[in-house]
């Protein structure tokens, strides 16, 4: 067992991960405000999301019950292969310790994502964490992190910084089950 290994086994024995329920969406809210540096967006959007793609949103959850850490995410309906990262957050009581990587892992695992072999995420310039995050990730499955420009200011109708995407993949994943 590598320290990784290690990290993960202990965080996953720490933290019940769960997809999202319709029920979860004012909880994801709080959280993302909580981390003080996502872009907080409107409640109704989170319990949109909640209800609309919950089997692709995972929730980290402490033995309290407290919502430690969550990854928002869906399937771009042009590439079902790929598993996009809408927003991912941990409490910053808890960052730096493994969770945001043991978030991506379990998220993954998800069925839902049972079948994606990219994983993409738009990341701010300056969102050091963030991209230090995804590469984690691509290191963890041995693939690539490939970085291009996506999301220009110019799309934006307020000051906003770009968005490049991160591509992550490809990423081997066990055969699919026959159905
Ligand atoms: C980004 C975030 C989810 C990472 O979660 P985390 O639990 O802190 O990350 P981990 O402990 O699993 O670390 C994963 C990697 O990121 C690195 N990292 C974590 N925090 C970092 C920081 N502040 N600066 C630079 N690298 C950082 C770790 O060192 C590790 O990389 P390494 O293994 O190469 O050393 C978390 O910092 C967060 O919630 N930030 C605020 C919200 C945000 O910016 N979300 C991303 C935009 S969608």
């Known amino acids: 067992m590598t320290p990784t290994d290690s990290t993960e086994t202990s965080l996953s ?29 409107s409640a109704y959007f989170y319990v949109l999301f909640a209800t609309d793609f919950g089997a692709t949103c995972l929730l980290a959850e402490s033995p309290d019950g407290e919502l430690a850490g969550a990854v928002i995410g869906y399937h771009p309906p042009a590439h079902p292969d790929t598993a996009f990262v809408w927003q991912v957050g941990v409490l910053p009581r ?3 310790q ?37 590469r ?14 996506h999301f220009t200011p110019d799309l934006f109708p307020i000051d906003h910084p770009a968005e490049p995407l991160f591509r992550v ?3 081997e994943r ?5 159905v």
């Open 13 to 41: 024995t720490t933290f019940c991960f769960r997809s999202a329920q319709p029920s979860d969406g004012a909880a994801l809210w709080h959280l993302v405000r909580a981390t003080g540096t996502l872009e907080t967006n």
């Open 94 to 96: 808890w960052q730096g």
């Open 98 to 134: 493994g969770l945001g990587l043991a978030l991506l892992q379990q998220w993954l695992a998800l069925p839902a994502n049972a079948r994606c072999r990219w994983v993409t995420a738009t990341v701010a310039e300056d969102n050091a964490a963030s991209q230090a995050l995804f």
């Open 136 to 149: 984690r990730l691509a290191r963890a499955h041995g693939t690539s992190c490939d970085v291009r420009p």
């Open 169 to 171: 993949g490809p990423i």
């Open 174 to 178: 066990g055969t699919p089950v026959p």
